[in-house]
């Protein structure tokens, strides 16, 4: 099981393009209403540690906490769904609520939610 605003490691090959390739934290924001109930995919958000400054709304810094080792950046524009199996089951962090709502935000806008 898998929780609405914990970090978890995701195997997100093979990928395409520009998209996130390799085993990386991942931030999990789909509604545990799903992911409770055994639902077979997940929306995730990849972090990176190629930190940028200044780079609102695609970006929102994580820094280091509990097993995530390094400050990272939270890719909002790079947003998917993946299989429970690219997922492991160890939970590497958690953000805060306001980190959450926060986050939430940033993808609303750049998904033109806003």
């Known amino acids: 099981m898998f929780d609405r605003g914990s970090i978890y490691l995701a ?14 934290p991942v931030l999990v924001m789909q509604t545990n209403m799903l992911n409770h109930i055994g ?8 972090l990176t540690t190629q930190c ?4 609102y709304p695609l ?6 906490r509990e097993q995530l080792k390094q400050t990272s ?5 790079q947003l998917r769904a993946i299989d429970i199996n690219r997922l492991t089951p160890t939970k590497i962090a958690s953000l805060t609520n306001e980190e959450i709502l926060s986050v939430e935000l940033q993808i609303q806008i750049v998904l033109g939610f806003e």
Request: glycine letters at 6%.
């Open 11 to 24: 195997k997100l090959y093979p990928s395409k393009g520009s998209e996130v390739g390799k085993t990386i």
């Open 39 to 46: 639902h077979t995919t997940v929306i995730i958000v990849p």
């Open 52 to 55: 940028i400054d200044n780079a």
């Open 59 to 64: 970006r929102f810094p994580i820094h280091k």
């Open 73 to 77: 950046d939270l890719l909002c524009d």
